[in-house]
Nanobody, 122 residues
Framework: VQLQASGGGLVQAGGSLRLSCAAS????????MGWFRQAPGKEREFVSA????????YYADSVKGRFTISRDNAKNTMYLQMNDLKPDDTATYYC????????????????WGQGTQVTVSS
C-alpha cells in the first residue's frame, strides 16, 4: 500500500492550499481515509477523516470551517482543501487509512506515507 501526499508548499497567512493523496495497493473505494499533521517537536495531530462514499466527514476543532476533505474514488485520490491558513497550520501533513470510524487517535490509522510539508508565514 502506498499513500502519496502532495501539494504542500509555502503560503502566507490567509492563503489557501489543496493537498492531494494518491492511493495505490488498496481498494480505495472501500477505505476510510484521513489526514494527520505533525509540527516539529509536537505529537501527531488528527486533522480530518472521510468515509468511503465521501458523504461523511469529521474534523478537528482547530480546522473546522477552514479545511474541507473530499475524495474521488474513480481517481483513487483524496483531497484536503485548506483555506484561511494560519501559522499554527505549519506542519507535515500525512494521508492515512482509518481503521476505526470516528477515531482521532494515531494508533487507529495506518499506512503512513512520507507526508507533504505545509509552511504558513505570518
Amino acid at each position: 500500500v502506498q499513500l502519496q501526499a502532495s501539494g504542500g508548499g509555502l503560503v502566507q497567512a490567509g492563503g489557501s492550499l489543496r493537498l492531494s493523496c494518491a492511493a495505490s495497493g488498496l481498494t480505495f473505494r472501500s477505505a476510510l481515509m484521513g489526514w494527520f499533521r505533525q509540527a516539529p517537536g509536537k505529537e501527531r495531530e488528527f486533522v480530518s477523516a472521510i468515509n468511503t462514499s465521501g458523504g461523511g466527514t469529521y474534523y478537528a476543532d482547530s480546522v473546522k470551517g477552514r479545511f474541507t476533505i473530499s475524495r474521488d474514488n474513480a481517481k483513487n485520490t483524496m483531497y484536503l482543501q485548506m483555506n484561511d491558513l494560519k501559522p499554527d497550520d505549519t506542519a507535515t501533513y500525512y494521508c492515512v487509512r482509518a481503521r476505526i470510524w470516528g477515531s482521532t487517535r494515531p494508533a487507529d490509522f495506518d499506512f503512513w506515507g512520507q507526508g507533504t510539508q505545509v509552511t504558513v508565514s505570518s
